[in-house]
């Protein structure tokens, strides 16, 4: 049986998968083109905007030691709160450093405004901007160092150096770590410039902050004041206050306050074995069960007996 023709079937056009490999080829002749502008709206790819790259950069962290003294600070003075209160954070962060060249070199001019300048601080702390975040935190540490107790005169609650203090510990919280470990270098720098005592009576009430990477922070912040503490200091400030207060933060559930805890537990054992006369074996386990609930003192007496 002869076969059928096929002549009369739909021939295969050759053209259609031309056209298709046209159609494919046409795309990428045009994309080398494109990142040859850089102002090609791309929602997939970063812009690059020459401008803003350098803003970050123009922004130097200068150390204390490196701060020179300003060349006419009567006229820089009557001017720092305009430049303080700027809208241009570059600006504010330039007058920050004013600031810290007047609490090095020239507190006395600097002392009538002191307070105004410290909410600036707080104010700056405050902004999400990390750069001028972080020079206020430095400003902050240059205070301290030059002015100590002085920040802690005041005997309200609500001061701006209360208010500079939570924002330290917040700040020292955060994840953040080069703002973090700024405000950390400026706490430090507080238990150094200042007396225990008066620190204390300010750093206790963050022992119970809802936030507990504050009441970790605080607690580190009691723990290296109460290590330079003589005999003296602790017995007028309290033996029971600081063995009341290393009971609740060793219930704290971060360990970095736990940690904090023992070790003004150990300094607090060693002042009161000194202070009493009783047997040494019962000191500290009279001290403790007469100053904290039973469960609190046996902590503390296992804690020590570890040691």
């Not at 607090?268 to 019962?282: I, L, Q, R, T, W």
Request: charged share 25%; net charge neutral.
């Amino acid at each position: 049986m002869a076969l059928r023709s096929l002549d009369n079937t739909l021939p295969l056009s050759p053209e259609r998968p031309k056209k298709t490999i046209k159609a494919a080829n046409s795309i990428p002749v045009s994309k080398p083109k494109q990142p040859t502008d850089t102002k090609v709206n791309d929602e997939n790819r970063l812009p690059l905007d020459p401008v803003v790259a350098p803003v970050g950069d123009s922004i130097d962290y200068i150390s204390s030691e490196n701060l020179k003294p300003v060349s006419d600070p009567d006229v820089k003075i009557k001017t720092l709160m305009e430049g303080l209160e700027s809208k241009d954070w570059l600006k504010i962060c330039d007058s920050l450093n004013d600031v810290r060249r007047m609490a090095l070199y020239h507190s006395e001019l600097l002392l009538p405004i002191l307070e105004k300048v410290m909410m600036v601080l707080v104010k700056s702390m405050k902004n999400p901007r990390s750069a001028l975040c972080k020079t206020s935190i430095m400003a902050g540490s240059d205070l301290f160092k030059s002015f100590g107790d002085k920040l802690l005169e005041s005997s309200t609650s609500d001061t701006a150096v209360d208010q500079m203090m939570l924002q330290l510990l917040l700040k020292a919280s955060q994840d953040k770590k080069f703002v973090c470990e700024e405000a950390e270098r400026t706490l430090n720098t507080m238990v150094v410039s200042t007396t225990p005592i008066p620190l204390l009576h300010k750093l206790k009430v963050y022992v119970s902050h809802g936030n507990m990477r504050v009441r970790a922070k605080a607690a580190v912040s009691i723990s290296h004041c109460v290590s330079k503490m003589d005999m003296g200091e602790m017995r007028d400030y309290g033996l029971v206050s600081l063995v009341q207060t290393s009971a609740e933060l060793l219930k704290d559930r971060l360990p970095e306050a736990r940690e904090a805890a023992r070790g003004m537990v150990l300094v607090v054992y060693k002042a009161v074995m000194e202070d009493e006369d009783s047997e040494e074996e019962e000191k500290w386990q009279n001290f403790c069960q007469l100053n904290l609930p039973a469960i609190d003192a046996l902590t503390m007496v296992k804690l020590v007996a570890s040691q």
